[in-house]
């Protein structure tokens, strides 16, 4: 779960406390860095060696075979990539090093170790050169010599404190480190804001209601994972992990292929040497904008997408790329955002849906819901972390409000959980999780389930904050929602809905301007004029629970004319709306449906609160005065 084990608790899987490493990796900046580079580049050179090193140690065993294999056949064949990758002859890894040095090579000469260095850097393979490049970590090689401290810095990693060696170290271990490390240099220096690292109890939940419900589907085959903001690529790794664990509950002999796209170099490095180092295809790794630059063929399908998107930031950048604007908005032939949604008449009309430029959460969804397979061909699940703003920011007619509307209208959205607070290492802000699909069981077709999981009752604090995060979820608060999702009920903690609860629509109230004398006024057509002041909006809920009017007589006019007699002409009896400009709207009122009422203390109680206060005021004054 959390990095610093004692916590709380192992994260599962057995990881050890890792925070001894994590912590003398740090003192490298105190120890070699400072007053070299500033605060915010430490990561420009922490991050880059120490998954060089993981790489050193990972071709150490084969490096003489290596070297012997490289120099046998360097004047034979043109691309030795393949036989120096090979079992027999290489590496048996997809990647591998020319270079006649090693980290710990480079130690025994001093003298020379700058120029040998860059020579041991340029030995490594194309896909590690992509690695190299996007870290840019050559830009950095000067800095080390003008100020002395490339053999410092490799003899730090090279201590055997520093054990980052596979066979030591898992996969799933270096996850935590890399996150950690991320996590520390953001919060040291206040950047990434909008980028929030999921903690593996997090990603452990999101696999468990994406596979667990079709986990008999699975056993055998073939499936591809993707996430649009991979990150360091725990979410691919973790999943496929719980699918495949042969100890685990779904124990699936099936492939996973492991696809993902991201646009933060650094991270993209991490994910693309952690995908090298698990024997994943590095190439199912791409780099560039999802939204604006997306990597792989437009007709790839997934059978699975998990993600982690961020919120609150700008995709002003991508909107330029893919030519929207205001007043250019409608000529977008990008089919994820040109989509059909219902208007307030029931006609489906084409609409280019994109959220506001400063917030792209919801352009990740609609780029998902375009890469979902066919029903016919088992369909896709999602799970993408969201923050309050996907539930309800945008009014009636708005981007926001239509995608929440293509989502529920297309009986898409499954289930939303929404999680603890203080749950995330860089925001204690509420957040949820969506879990949508198109393949649907019988019994939630044209349902959306609820889930509150954010009481106490759903997490444990942790005995040392980790920034942000002072929350955290065990095994068996996962079981517990776990079971809320698969009994479907209705309780405390659990609401389920029709569809259409959360649609509603939006009219405009007008009434009469009226003289001083109290007179109606009339425009030219003899039609009373509106008060520009008085006009007001309300929200009509479409038919659902609270049904406006029998079921056999709804359409839109009937349900807002029985909404207008009975909530607005009590109250105004010469107010009008105008029935030709009706908007739709969609939001997801998570607060509303789980407020609990606390009624008010004692009068009584109050008044000894008072009277107490004055009792100390008072002999405050007195001292003051004498």
């Not at 996590?183 to 690292?197: L, M």
């Not at 360091?232 to 699936?252: C, N, R, V, Y």
């Not at 065990?474 to 999702?485: A, R």
Request: proline share 4%; aromatic share 10%.
């Amino acid at each position: 779960m959390s990095l610093n084990t004692q916590s709380g608790g192992a994260p599962s899987g057995g990881v050890p406390s890792l925070q001894p490493i994590i912590n003398f990796i740090w003192t490298v900046a105190d120890d070699v860095l400072i007053n070299k580079f500033l605060e915010n580049q430490y990561q420009d050179v922490i991050l880059p060696m120490t998954v060089l090193r993981r790489l050193d140690l990972s071709l150490e065993p084969t490096k003489d075979k290596v070297l012997k294999t490289h120099d046998e056949f360097k004047n034979k064949i043109d691309n030795l990539s393949g036989l120096l990758s090979s079992e027999q002859h290489g590496t048996g890894l997809a990647f591998y090093n020319t270079s006649p040095f090693t980290m710990k090579k480079l130690l025994a000469d001093p003298k020379n170790i700058d120029t040998n260095f860059l020579d041991y850097l340029n030995g490594f393979s194309e896909n590690v050169q992509d690695i190299i490049s996007k870290f840019k970590f050559r830009n950095q090689l000067e800095t080390f010599e003008s100020t002395g401290i490339t053999f410092s810095l490799i003899e730090k990693f090279c201590n055997p404190k520093v054990e980052l060696s596979p066979d030591k170290i898992s996969p799933m271990a270096m996850g935590y480190m890399f996150e950690d490390l991320i996590r520390r240099f953001n919060e040291k220096t206040n950047a990434a804001a909008g980028r929030h690292f999921t903690p593996r109890e997090i990603i452990e939940l999101m696999t468990h209601l994406v596979y667990l419900p079709v986990k008999d589907k699975i056993q055998r085959g073939t499936f591809l994972v993707y996430d649009p903001c991979v990150g360091s690529g725990a979410m691919l790794t973790q999943s496929k992990s719980f699918a495949t664990d042969p100890e685990g509950e779904i124990k699936s002999t099936a492939t996973f292929h492991l696809y993902g796209q991201e646009n933060t170099g650094e991270m993209y490095a991490t994910c693309k040497s952690d995908m090298l180092l698990k024997g994943e295809d590095p190439d199912k790794i791409k780099f560039g904008s999802t939204l604006s630059e997306y990597g792989f063929a437009p007709d790839l399908k997934f059978n699975f997408m998990l993600t982690n998107p961020p919120y609150g930031t700008s995709w002003k950048q991508d909107m330029d790329n893919l030519n929207i604007g205001s007043e250019k908005k409608i000529s977008i032939v990008d089919k994820r955002f040109n989509l059909k949604i219902k208007n307030f008449r029931g006609e489906l009309e084409q609409t280019c849906l994109t959220s506001r430029s400063n917030d792209g959460q919801l352009m990740f969804m609609l780029h998902m819901l375009s890469k979902m397979k066919d029903p016919q061909d088992g369909g896709s699940r999602i799970a993408s972390v969201h923050n309050g703003s996907a539930l309800f920011t945008g009014d009636a007619g708005s981007g926001e409000s239509g995608i929440r509307q293509y989502i529920i209208e297309n009986d898409l959205l499954e289930c939303i959980v929404q999680l603890p607070n203080d749950i995330f290492y860089n925001t204690g802000i509420a957040t949820y999780v969506w879990f949508v699909s198109n393949a649907k069981a019988d019994n939630r077709k044209g349902k959306v389930q609820l889930i509150n999981a954010s009481s106490a009752a759903f997490y444990r604090k942790m005995r040392k904050s980790l920034g942000s995060k002072r929350n955290e979820l065990i095994t068996e608060h996962i079981e517990t929602i776990q079971k809320v999702y698969f009994d479907f009920e209705e309780n405390e903690v659990s609401k389920i809905f029709d569809n259409t609860d959360f649609g509603f629509y939006q009219i405009q109230v007008h009434q009469p301007e009226k003289d001083e004398k109290g007179k109606i006024i009339l425009d030219a057509k003899g039609k009373m004029k509106s008060d520009s002041a008085l006009k007001d909006i309300e929200n009509v809920p479409m038919i659902g629970r609270d049904r406006a009017c029998p079921v056999s007589t709804w359409n839109t006019i009937t349900v807002c004319d029985e909404y207008f007699k009975r909530e607005v002409l009590p109250f105004a009896p010469d107010a009008w709306y105008d029935k030709t400009k009706m908007k739709v709207g969609y939001e997801i009122a998570f607060n509303k449906y789980f407020y609990k009422y606390e009624g008010l203390r004692p009068l009584t109680d109050i008044a000894a609160d008072i009277l107490k206060l004055e009792q100390e005021t008072d002999g405050l004054l007195k001292e003051i005065i004498e």
